[in-house]
């Protein structure tokens, strides 16, 4: 079954530095996606990805953040000079339609010291 | 204004009992309806999609209310392995699918 993949698993990093979280959407699917979950809390929306270009952000997807697509399989989310509250789970999703299911890698955890 | 909210639980139920979360959601147009299962520190699966007429994939069933605004899940026949927390999730073609908080599910034996 296709599937969603995510790396790291687990990055630990200090404030200021850059992060570049990985993933390889499902092959077919045309919409990316990234969220993130600070522990305890509620699956967040960050960005969406269609067509090599932002479709929507969030308000927390400030001017730290990034996302790329550079080749035909990888989808990047950076953050460019991380702070403690970006300690999260970082997941990438991606659906085959605008308005169809997201399936969900298995999360990259970012802890940020 | 919260989007779409859950009772964040914990239902704590027993082995064989039927239980049944409830979700509302403030947008109206919102035209796509999930359920997601979130295991502890795991990323969310996609349990099902609720249709207009409801659908049932074996021990769930899920409704959706559009006049009320609110979607159900009711789950049958609790095994253990049904605890975990349960994401409701909804999007109109304008907007990012957004969750609620998650109902927390324990089974016991």
């Known amino acids: 079954e296709p599937e969603v993949t995510q790396t790291p698993s687990h990055q630990v990093t200090q404030m200021g530095q850059e992060v570049i979280l990985r993933c390889v959407p499902i092959?077919?699917?045309?919409?990316f996606y990234w969220y993130r979950q600070i522990l305890g809390q509620k699956v967040e929306f960050l960005v969406s990805?269609?067509?090599?270009?932002?479709?929507?952000k969030s308000e927390i997807f400030d001017d730290q953040f990034s996302v790329e697509r550079p080749d035909g399989s990888n989808f990047t989310l950076k953050i460019r000079s991380t702070k403690l509250e970006d300690s999260a789970m970082y997941f990438c999703?991606?659906?085959?339609?605008?308005?169809?299911?997201?399936?969900f890698g298995e999360g990259s955890r970012l802890t940020v010291l | 204004r919260k989007e779409v909210e859950q009772d964040p639980g914990p239902f704590n139920v027993p082995e064989g009992a039927t239980v049944a979360f409830n979700c509302t959601y403030s947008?109206?147009?919102?035209?796509?309806f999930f359920w997601y299962r979130q295991d502890c520190r795991k990323e969310p699966k996609l349990l099902m999609s609720?249709?207009?007429s409801g659908n049932e994939d074996g021990r769930f069933t899920a409704q959706l209310n559009r006049a009320s605004q609110y979607i159900s899940l009711l789950i049958r026949d609790s095994k253990l392995s049904d605890s975990a927390t349960y994401l409701c999730?909804?999007?109109?073609?304008?907007?990012?699918?957004?969750f609620g908080k998650g109902t927390r599910l324990s089974v016991i034996a």
């Open positions: 947008n109206s147009a919102s035209q796509s």
């Open positions: 092959s077919n699917h045309l919409y």
């Open positions: 990805f269609y067509n090599n270009e932002i479709s929507e």
């Open positions: 999730a909804a999007h109109s073609g304008n907007t990012p699918l957004v």
């Open positions: 999703a991606s659906s085959i339609d605008r308005v169809r299911e997201l399936f």
């Open positions: 609720v249709y207009s």
